[in-house]
């Protein structure tokens, strides 16, 4: 426990300090940390399991999102992993009210499954049988019609546990025993999924990028750069318009990895983007967030583009992996939209000390300098349908825990 | 190519070896100055608070997120509230970062700090290699790794750079030629190449003449120099061992500026040799008086220390909300709805602010709160003060807990201390100090803490006193913007000056050899010279009247020659010239009694002359010595000349060159 501890603070630290960057990276971080926090959480046997994981993830959660309340892919990947709690949870409660004991030679000492096994488990994970479950109990969601689980995967599985059981008392222990072995498992699904979300988005490549398009994009992401290159790999031969993306320029080192990986490439200046929106087939860019009114909060400079395409009626598409969804809406005063970072990056400081001497004159600063992080595209400029976010947010979260 | 390969190896070894090594940092939590009084009698400057955050945890968040793992942190001045504060904070328990202090109250100058720690050193041996050494005060956001990475390589190569100084450029006022952190304007010598640090004038620059001293010696030992006036100093060092024994060998080195650096540079200790680094893009200064107080707050705001800003939790700090226009403001503040609060302004927790209120450019503490109609503006707040209806404050520090009455008013420079209370309607005048807590005598400047423990409670309150001298100053430092009409003196005195003579100090640039400074460097030479020579005669006259040997008489003379920078022709003809003013100075009758003494005078310290009188130069010195000195006392040793010449010839250089 206290190595966790130890963890949990480096890793705020991390967030305080701006030290980790890209919503990947820290989503990535984020789920391993709080795998190893639910897996080194002991809870006496009398306690509701469940709500005592919830509670734990939930105060490692916040501390989190406090560290950086702009980072939002934390707070959605923790209500990610309480949501595969609940629906653990409420699998192992529907399984033992249909008589079915979950309690097989299966659990065995395996405790430390957070080396990350995941996958070995598949047909008997509870996750299909929460997803099953559910299928009982409410109308099947999109996301089950989307992954497609296969019903028959159930079967073997109740009708070779459905054989043996025991005294009640001796379940309980192996109860939250399971419990928290099914939630590790599907929490290792969720790392998965977000290590896998690039080459999932890039499969689709093919679909929307053409012979001899022209495509332009903002800034750097790294969705956008593998959805390019398979796209490219595809023998598709497109040109790529790069916006530097001032004043980080991470345009530039975009630029650099589509060379270095045999792509057309021109750099233009942010400005320039509305001159060149009319050669433009499609705009493709990575997003930091997408709300849950299916607006999109990306690199700064992104509602130009977007106002551009939507005047010239150029196809503007969004790229971002399942963790980005975040199920808030953005006029939410807990929501931080922006950060404005040091001006440094806009002016040389030597340059300027003379207009920020607060000796002379009036004493009152004259000079402000602004430098936003992200930008806020609104819903009406494209995104997403916003009762097909509903369903989405429906899917991947729990009410609950909307407000942490 | 094995050698070659085998050196390309131990090299990695070592870096490897280095970067192991734990990165350390001496945080002198104390400035051992007096520019914050009063406030700094009650409680150590390190800990005042600077955008409602404590100085100190703005240089210990930098220090962590720069790599920093052990700070070794000084305290002298209230020892115990810093180390309190350090216990209670989550600094003691921050797993990157090793909070260790050390306590002592004898010190009274960064010198005496750095030798009480090379003290403990020997004993505990806890500071292996180069360090960083800053003062608890600085605030700053600029990388270290790559600067200490970079000290360290120097270091490799080179035995003696013992230190790596960090600049950044910073354009002072031309009007004042202050900075914006109200220091004096800086002037620094650089080796364009190597970077290494040749001069360092911190206060002596002559404004009125525009110009500026040189060695003339720095510009023989190095091909270019860079003369800079546009930088800043940020008072960040990057230290090598050697530096902590330098102090304890040089005892009365008490500033780390005007004697060790100057000291390094000038008296050449062993060769040691300071190189500078200039940032770029980061941020760093240090809070040094009331006017870089302003200054670094109002930077802090606006965001250039990135990420040390108030509305991240960087170290210990509640975040606020940033709004609008660069207004902070915690989110249980209460405003009043009539409230006009201005742009670059910060409102800490638990704050109420009354109706119709003005605040701008300000920062207000946590536990304040406002009534109604006030006026703040340019002010820092700290916690728990309360403002009645109706004042006006203006560019004024107000400490915790001080109470100001209805209708009371302060004007510009104003510091109130401690739990100070102002009465109804009164107007403070500008630029005055209140404190509860009398104001020291001179002589007990440095015994600070008995004043804390005692003197609280007391009703009574002493206005400070501005030194007669310091008044002048006083605008300088303070938080208050220059008043306009300073301002227009000064310009007028600077239009006056420059009728006088039109060379400014330029920006920086390579030096021209025909610039104004090297003219003033020509004279010098000549005026030491005649100090020299007098030096010399006293040094001969006291070795004839000693009977001292002639080999300690060429000691003595060696040491005036190094001391006034001067050739051995110099000497050969300062001593041929005593010689000859102590033969006539003796008494004689004829000339042929002082062709006699002088001869058997020249005869007796022939060792002397003539270690000094090895070539042609310093021959023909002592010849053209001896026609000045004829031509002075014609009379007595104008026959003497031509028989002199000779004598000279045949008797001494003859028998040299044997």
């Known amino acids: 426990m206290p190595d966790v501890q130890s963890t949990v603070l480096e890793f705020v630290n991390k967030l305080r300090k701006r030290k980790i960057e890209g919503s990947q990276a820290t989503a990535r971080c984020t789920v391993e940390l709080l795998r190893s926090v639910i897996s080194h959480h002991r809870v006496p046997h009398h306690a509701n399991q469940a709500s005592a994981l919830i509670d734990a993830v939930k105060a490692v959660g916040a501390q989190l999102v406090a560290a950086n309340p702009v980072e939002l892919a934390v707070g959605n990947v923790v209500r990610r992993v309480l949501h595969i709690i609940r629906e653990e949870d409420l699998s192992l409660a529907t399984a033992a009210v249909a008589g079915l004991d979950l309690l097989d030679a299966s659990d065995d000492d395996d405790e430390d499954v957070n080396n990350g096994k995941g996958i070995g488990y598949p047909a008997m994970s509870a996750a299909v049988v929460a997803a099953a479950a559910r299928s009982t109990l409410r109308p099947p969601s999109l996301q089950t019609l989307l992954e497609g689980t296969p019903e028959s995967a159930t079967v073997p599985y109740t009708s070779s546990s459905g054989a043996d059981s025991e005294s009640k008392t001796a379940d309980k222990s192996s109860i939250t025993r399971k419990l928290k072995h099914d939630v590790i498992e599907g929490v290792n699904q969720l790392i998965h999924e977000i290590a896998g979300c690039h080459e999932q988005i890039a499969e689709q490549a093919i679909e929307h990028i053409h012979q001899n398009e022209v495509i332009l994009t903002l800034g750097s992401s790294r969705t956008v750069l593998e959805f390019l290159c398979a796209a490219k790999e595809k023998k598709r031969s497109f040109r790529v318009f790069v916006a530097e993306g001032a004043p980080r320029y991470q345009g530039h080192l975009l630029a650099k990895e589509l060379v270095a990986r045999g792509l057309q490439t021109t750099v233009i200046t942010d400005s320039a983007v509305f001159a060149m929106i009319s050669r433009v087939n499609m705009v493709i860019i990575g997003a930091h967030a997408v709300m849950a009114n299916g607006g999109v909060i990306g690199p700064v400079g992104v509602n130009m583009a977007a106002l551009a395409a939507k005047k010239h009626a150029v196809p503007f598409v969004v790229l971002a992996g399942s963790h980005k969804l975040c199920p808030l809406y953005p006029h939410n005063p807990e929501v931080l939209l922006n950060e404005l970072r040091s001006p440094s990056e806009l002016l040389d400081f030597g340059e300027f000390s003379d207009c920020l001497d607060f000796g002379a004159g009036s004493g009152s600063p004259l000079l402000q300098v602004v430098n936003p992080t992200f930008d806020y595209v609104p819903p009406s400029l494209g995104g997403h349908n916003p009762s097909y976010m509903y369903r989405l947010i429906a899917d991947y979260y729990s009410a609950d825990d909307l407000v942490m | ?658």
């Open chain 2, 1 to 658: 190519m094995g050698a070659q390969k085998k050196g390309g190896a131990r090299v990695s070894d070592d870096s490897e070896e280095q970067s192991r090594q734990r990165l350390q940092a001496i945080l002198l939590a104390d400035s051992f100055t007096t520019k914050f009084r009063p406030v700094t009698l009650e409680r150590p400057k390190v800990l005042l608070p600077l955008a409602n955050v404590p100085m100190i945890d703005y240089t210990l968040a930098w220090l962590e997120s720069a790599g920093i793992e052990e700070v070794f942190v000084f305290c002298c001045a209230h020892s115990t509230q810093v180390i309190d504060y350090l216990e209670t904070s989550e600094w003691h328990t921050h797993p990157n970062l090793a909070v260790r202090t050390i306590e002592s109250h004898k010190s009274i100058s960064a010198g005496d700090a750095l030798r009480y720690i090379y003290e403990q050193q020997t004993e505990t041996s806890q500071i292996q290699g180069d360090f960083v050494l800053v003062s608890g005060d600085t605030v700053s956001n600029m990388p270290l790794a790559d600067l200490i990475r970079e000290h360290r390589e120097r270091k490799k190569r080179d035995e003696k750079a013992i230190m790596t100084m960090v600049i950044k450029k910073s354009k002072p006022s031309l009007i004042t030629h202050q900075s914006r952190l109200g220091t004096d304007q800086l002037f620094i010598a650089v080796d364009p190449l190597t970077k290494q640090l040749l001069h360092y004038e911190e206060d002596k620059i002559d404004h009125a003449r525009g110009s500026v001293c040189l060695d003339k010696s720095l510009m023989e030992r190095n091909p270019s120099v860079l003369l800079y006036n546009d930088m800043q100093d940020c008072n960040i060092d990057i230290c090598s061992p050697e530096v902590l024994s330098l102090f304890e060998d040089n005892f009365d080195y008490q500033h780390l500026r005007r004697h060790f650096v100057k000291g390094v540079l000038v008296d050449d200790i062993m060769g040691y040799k300071i190189f500078t680094h200039e940032i770029g893009s980061g941020y760093a200064a240090r809070v040094d008086n009331f006017r870089s107080y302003d200054t670094v707050s109002k930077d802090i705001i606006q965001r250039w220390t990135y990420p040390y800003v108030p509305d991240i939790n960087f170290g210990g700090n509640r975040p606020l909300k940033l709004g609008r226009q660069g207004i902070y403001r915690a989110c249980d503040a209460v405003l009043s709805r009539s409230a006009d609060v201005g742009a670059s302004t910060v409102v800490g927790y638990g704050t109420k602010i009354g109706n119709g209120d003005r605040i701008l450019n300000s920062v207000i503490g946590s536990g304040c709160s406002i009534g109604s109609n006030v006026v703040i503006e340019g002010s820092y707040i700290w916690n728990n003060v309360t403002v009645e209806d109706g004042c006006v404050i203006r560019n004024a520090i107000v400490c915790d807990g001080v109470r100001i009455r209805a209708g009371a008013a302060l004007e510009p420079g104003v510091v109130l201390s401690f739990k100070v209370v102002v009465g109804r309607g009164f107007v403070v005048p500008a630029y005055s100090k209140v404190s509860l807590l009398p104001q020291p005598m001179k002589e007990d400047s440095d015994e600070e803490l008995e004043y804390a423990e005692s003197g609280s409670g007391t009703a009574d309150r002493y206005i400070w006193e501005v030194c007669e001298g310091a008044h002048d100053e006083e605008w300088k430092h303070s938080v208050a913007p220059i008043p306009e009409d300073k301002l227009a003196e000064i310009t007028q005195a600077m239009d006056d000056d420059d009728m006088e003579d039109e060379s400014v100090v330029p920006t920086s640039g390579e030096l021209k050899s025909d610039a104004d400074s090297i003219n003033t460097d020509v004279n010098d030479p000549g005026d030491d010279y005649g100090y020299f020579e007098k030096e010399v005669e006293g040094t001969f006259l006291r070795a004839v009247e000693e009977g001292i040997k002639v080999e300690l008489g060429v000691l003595e003379i060696n040491s005036l020659r190094l001391s006034y920078n001067m050739e051995s022709a110099d000497c050969a003809g300062a001593i041929f010239y005593s010689m000859m003013k102590l033969a006539v100075d003796t008494p004689h009758s004829s000339a042929s009694e002082l062709y006699k003494t002088a001869s058997s005078i020249i005869a007796k310290w022939k060792g002397l002359l003539g270690f000094y009188v090895k070539q042609t130069d310093e021959q023909i010195e002592v010849i053209m010595k001896f026609e000045e000195m004829c031509q002075e006392t014609a009379k007595e040793l104008g026959p003497l000349f031509a028989r002199f010449c000779m004598f000279c010839m045949i008797r001494m250089w003859c028998k040299k060159m044997r």
